[in-house]
């Protein structure tokens, strides 16, 4: 298994003490749980997008590209990039520079995102967002691959013979689907034979096996391999201890704190108390030994291959916050990683990229990636994108 720290960059007092900290403080905690996150052996960090409060996580890019700075070997992540609210050219140019400036560490989690607030920002609606969804990223992907794209579509202005620059590092990128609740973004990954990672954090596992389940029935619908897909999924929360007596009691204000969170903006709790979370949700907190067996049980239902846990402290000391994830490398991840068999994240030189002439200029793309409907002939193509059978699948 592997192992992934996400931050969402909430923006709100701390649940325990009350203490907010300026943005700027807050920006660069986050620049520092990546380095900590590298430095303790974590296989990626993911920065999500939200343009609305508590976050100021509206410009991945830009805080990834600093991480990218501060560390040399973790992977980066999106989580996720919303498609559904921004310009597909001007987001490829983003994440092509990125990826240049990474060394090739870049990988995206992609889908629509949620929130009222920011798709008024962006003039979004509920009955067309997923639309815009599916426009963006196969815009995008086509972006990636091919060296002049001529497109046409409803959201955008179209495209005649462009090109976009610079060419990119990885050719092409992984990019993930973000499934939470329908149909649409499992449907999408499937369609292109890429991996789906399910948030697995608000409710029980029931909704999201479901959606896993149909993500691999459609995978092979579309003639992909079934030992390709490739599934992550996230967790609603992680504290470990020595002893789980001790993990629940340091852990119990920072869940309350959620609940009163929780009936302060009229939000009903779908788990009631902190046990009840620690039964049904998929919330990590116990000793190393209740952990590995819940995330087993968790894998029995999803088939996980990569899990993330959340890169804040959200309420813990800092000295409780690093000597738990201090923990999970210690005594959980090994024993999940040996347990759990999962393919190696791919690095740069695995996906068969080709680098721009010294002059500026691009060199030839591969055939197959300059012409045709990606979605015909799905079993080659898939060859090259998410659930790769050459080396670049994780």
Request: net charge negative; aromatic share 8%; proline share 7%.
């Amino acid at each position: 298994m592997r192992f992934l720290a996400i931050t969402l960059i909430v923006h709100g007092p701390d649940p325990v003490t009350g203490e907010l900290k300026s943005t700027n403080a807050r920006l660069r905690e986050v620049v520092e749980n990546a380095v900590l996150a590298e430095e303790l052996g974590f296989d990626g960090f993911g920065v999500g997008e939200r343009h609305e409060r508590p976050f100021i996580s509206s410009s991945p890019p830009v805080v990834l590209s600093h991480i990218a700075a501060r560390t040399s070997a973790i992977r980066l992540f999106t989580a996720v990039t919303t498609l559904s609210l921004l310009d597909p050219v001007r987001a490829y140019e983003d994440y092509a520079t990125l990826d240049h400036l990474s060394g090739g560490r870049l990988e995206l989690i992609i889908g629509k995102g949620n929130g009222a607030a920011q798709a008024q920002l962006f003039h979004v609606t509920g009955e067309d967002q997923w639309e815009r969804n599916r426009e963006g990223y196969e815009l995008f992907r086509r972006l990636w691959r091919e060296d002049r794209v001529t497109w046409s579509g409803r959201f955008r202005p179209s495209l005649i013979d462009a090109e976009t620059w610079p060419r990119p590092l990885q050719r092409p990128i992984r990019v993930w689907h973000g499934s939470a609740t329908s149909k649409e973004s499992v449907e999408l990954a499937a369609l292109y034979g890429d991996p789906l990672f399910s948030a697995n954090v608000s409710n029980p596992v029931e909704p999201y096996e479901e959606l896993v389940r149909h993500y691999r029935e459609r995978w092979e619908f579309h003639g992909h391999d079934p030992a390709d897909a490739l599934v992550g999924a996230g967790t609603a929360g992680y504290y470990a201890a020595k002893n789980s007596q001790d993990a629940i009691e340091t852990y119990r204000p920072i869940f309350n704190a959620r609940l009163e969170l929780f009936r302060k903006v009229g939000v009903t709790p779908v788990f009631h108390t902190l046990e009840d979370a620690i039964e049904r949700s998929s919330i990590l907190v116990g000793s190393p030994q209740q952990i590995v067996d819940k995330v087993h049980r968790y894998h029995e239902r999803l088939g996980h291959e990569v899990m993330h846990l959340h890169a804040d402290a959200d309420g813990l000391t800092d000295k409780q916050h690093r000597t738990a994830l201090e923990l999970f490398q210690s005594d959980i991840a090994p024993v999940l990683r040996a347990e759990i068999p999962s393919r190696p994240f791919p690095r740069h030189g695995d996906h068969g990229h080709h680098e721009d002439h010294r002059d500026g200029t691009p060199a030839p793309a591969p055939e197959d990636a300059r012409h045709g409907d990606p979605r015909e002939g799905s079993q080659h193509e898939d060859s090259r994108s998410g659930g790769a059978r050459d080396g670049g699948r994780p």
